[in-house]
Structure formats: structure tokens, C-alpha cells
């Protein structure tokens, strides 16, 4: 039988640091769903003890929130999704990038350790500060997991409406107080469990300003704005163009770009559409490659890195005779240099859309 709480053992907790960005966050997130139980993924970094007492550190950088498939209800939250597994993925690709080229994070050397999932907040019913057996349970099958590869989880649990006569000043505690309206104030509790206690443990935090801490990457667009990145992907392929996305540094600085790889049947050529993080208030650009040979089992990154250390930039300026808006489409560039480039096109190709016509 586990033991819910070790209130008296502190063995192996971390120090615990937390952005104030990250409290915002929550607080936004729960009075957006004050009836109902909400919560959110953190990421962050996991610094070793010879920069702080002999401690290890918590840095809890982020917090990023389920799609619209999360479950909801009153006494039940149930999260993680493609989307917030993608938008893990790419801040720890953005932060990787930046580790690589050896950018100045104020102490390179200190913050020099990858980022990392770190756990969940929740939000409970009324004032229930602590885990229940069931947020138990759940920890210690993702702990025992050996997939997951992961021997702690940070557990911090949201309740509001709480008298903001609760003070904390001078005391250590392992909660903070935030106000919401009417003189009552939202409380976030923070917990700790390991494999080794196997019980959840109270953790003191520190609130940083976000400027003492790393910044990490912009959300991308395609993560953000679903339903752009969704008519997208339905214009390539009613065009009965092949694509596939890959985070690459397309310029060397982070953060990565999105790349479309793009074929049509009968093609000599693969076209390469690269996309800035904020896509389309910003233009893509394009590059051309001689076309690379695929197979069902292939491994696509691979695809794209060969296509790409063989492809050569397409010069912009020879395609548009406007400047780029956001109403246009990756598709307009595709069909663009098609035409000039007297590639196999679509049927319904328009290349007087937005560039001159040439022929």
C-alpha cells in the first residue's frame, strides 16, 4: 500500500522554481473553466545541484494547455493530445537548436541541460489543496512506466475562491496566493513525487520574473491556428500534391521554420515550402530539388534531409508582383513557380494569381 503524503520527508525534493508567466497562465486558464476541473502540461529544466546547495533545481519555464478533445467535468480532467505532445516537440527541437549554435542564455553553462516535460497542474473542486488516490494512482503508473522514461513528476493542484486573508510573507510554504476578483484569491499548491518515496511531497516555490529566466521559442502557426494550418493542408491536397511537414533551421536561427515538403506525379522536381513560425503575416520562401525516391516505410525526415542538402533557392522576387498579404496561400507560390519554371502543374493552377505572367 503507497502512502499518499510524506509531509515530514523531504528526501531528494528539488528546489522549485517558477516563472511568473507561468502562474498568469494558470490563473487564466482556471477562471476559464471555474465550474469544471482544468489543468495543463509545464515544461522547464532539470538543473543539477552544483549550481544550488547541492540540489537539484525545477525550472518551470512553460505551461501548455490540451485541444478541445480534453475532458472536462466537474470531478474529472483528462488530457494529452497530438497537439500538446507537438507543441512539446517543438519547443524542445527550438531549444536543442539553440543549445547547438551555443546562443548566450545568461549562464550558458548552467542552463546547458535539455528541456524537459516535467508534469501536470490540475485545477480541483473547493478547497482540495491536496492530491487525491486517484492524481496517486496516475503519477505512479506514468513514474513506473519505463517508456516514459521519467522517474519524478511535479503536481501542482489549483482551487479558488479562496479568503485573501491567507497570507504567506516570511512563511516557506508550498503554496502561493494569487487574487482574482472580489477580494477572494486563487491558490496553487505545489507537490513532488518520485519512484523512491512513491508519495506525493509538499514543495516550497520560488516566483522568478520572467526576465531572470530563458525565454523559450513562439508557438509555430500551424500549432496555433488550426483551422489556417487545416485549409492549408486541404489545398495541396485537393491539387493532388504529396506533402509532408518537418521542423528544420532553415536559416541557422532559431526559431525552426516549418517546412512543407511537396511532389507532384510525374515531376522531375520537389518543391521545399519554408514557412517563419508566424506564417503567413510573414512570407514563405521555397526551394527546388531534384525529386527523391520514397517508399511507404520510409523515414521522412531522412527524405527531407537528403531532398534538401539537394535542393537550391528559388529567388522570390522572380514570382510575386505584389507584396506578400496573408490571404494568399502556400499553394499560390507552388503553382507559381510551376508555371514559371514549366513544371507538370494542376488543372486548376491560376498563375496570374499573384505573379506576372511570364510565358
Keep these: 500500500m503507497l502512502n499518499l503524503f510524506q509531509k515530514n520527508a523531504h528526501h531528494g ?6 516563472a511568473r508567466r507561468v502562474l498568469d497562465k494558470m490563473r487564466a486558464a482556471a477562471e476559464t473553466h471555474v465550474e469544471d476541473e482544468t489543468g495543463e502540461a509545464m515544461i522547464g529544466l532539470l538543473v543539477p545541484g552544483n549550481y544550488s546547495n547541492a540540489i537539484a533545481t525545477l525550472y518551470v519555464l512553460d505551461t501548455i494547455s490540451p485541444d ?12 494529452g493530445d497530438e497537439r500538446q ?68 513528476l511535479l503536481a501542482p493542484i489549483i482551487t479558488l475562491d479562496h479568503p485573501s486573508t491567507i497570507a504567506t510573507a516570511g512563511i516557506s510554504t508550498n503554496f502561493v496566493m494569487l487574487p482574482q476578483d472580489e477580494g477572494t484569491s486563487m491558490r496553487v499548491d505545489f507537490w513532488y513525487i518520485d519512484r523512491k518515496t512513491q508519495a506525493f511531497q509538499p514543495v516550497a516555490p520560488t ?14 502557426w500551424h500549432l496555433i491556428h488550426e ?25 541557422n536561427e532559431p526559431p525552426l521554420e516549418v517546412c512543407f515538403l511537396t511532389a507532384r506525379m510525374g515531376s522531375s522536381k520537389m518543391l521545399i515550402i519554408i514557412t517563419p513560425h508566424d506564417y503567413p503575416q510573414h512570407p514563405p520562401s521555397a526551394r527546388i530539388a531534384p525529386f527523391v525516391q520514397m517508399g511507404t516505410d520510409d523515414d521522412m525526415y531522412k ?6 542538402k539537394q535542393s537550391e533557392p528559388v529567388e522570390m522576387r522572380d514570382y510575386f508582383n505584389t507584396e506578400w498579404s496573408p490571404e494568399k496561400h502556400l499553394l499560390d507560390l507552388i503553382h507559381a513557380i510551376e508555371h514559371k519554371l514549366n513544371l507538370p502543374t494542376s488543372s486548376v493552377a491560376k498563375p496570374g494569381s499573384i505573379v506576372e505572367d511570364v510565358s
Excluded at 525534493?13 to 517558477?18: H, K, T, Y
Excluded at 486517484?134 to 521519467?150: E, F, K, R, S, V
Excluded at 529566466?213 to 508557438?219: D, E, K, S
Excluded at 483551422?227 to 491536397?237: D, I, Q, T
Aim: charged share 25%; glycine share 4%.
Design 85 to 152: 505532445d507537438e507543441l512539446i516537440w517543438w519547443l524542445q527541437e527550438n531549444w536543442q537548436a539553440t543549445r547547438d549554435k551555443r546562443f548566450v542564455l545568461f549562464n550558458k553553462n548552467k542552463w546547458d541541460v535539455p528541456l524537459r516535460y516535467l508534469g501536470d497542474w490540475h485545477k480541483q473542486p473547493g478547497y482540495m489543496i491536496q492530491p487525491s488516490g486517484g492524481d496517486l494512482m496516475t503519477a505512479m503508473d506514468w513514474i513506473l512506466d519505463p517508456d516514459n522514461d521519467m522517474d519524478f
Design 303 to 308: 527524405v527531407f534531409e537528403t531532398a534538401w
Design 68 to 79: 478541445d478533445t480534453a475532458v472536462r467535468q466537474y470531478h474529472t480532467f483528462q488530457q
Design 227 to 251: 483551422a489556417r494550418a487545416a485549409e492549408e493542408l486541404r489545398l495541396l491536397e485537393e491539387d493532388k500534391l504529396f506533402n509532408s511537414i518537418t521542423l528544420w533551421n532553415a536559416d
Design 207 to 220: 516566483i522568478y520574473p520572467d526576465d531572470q529566466l530563458p525565454a523559450l521559442a513562439p508557438y509555430p
Design 13 to 18: 525534493v528539488p528546489n522549485l522554481v517558477v
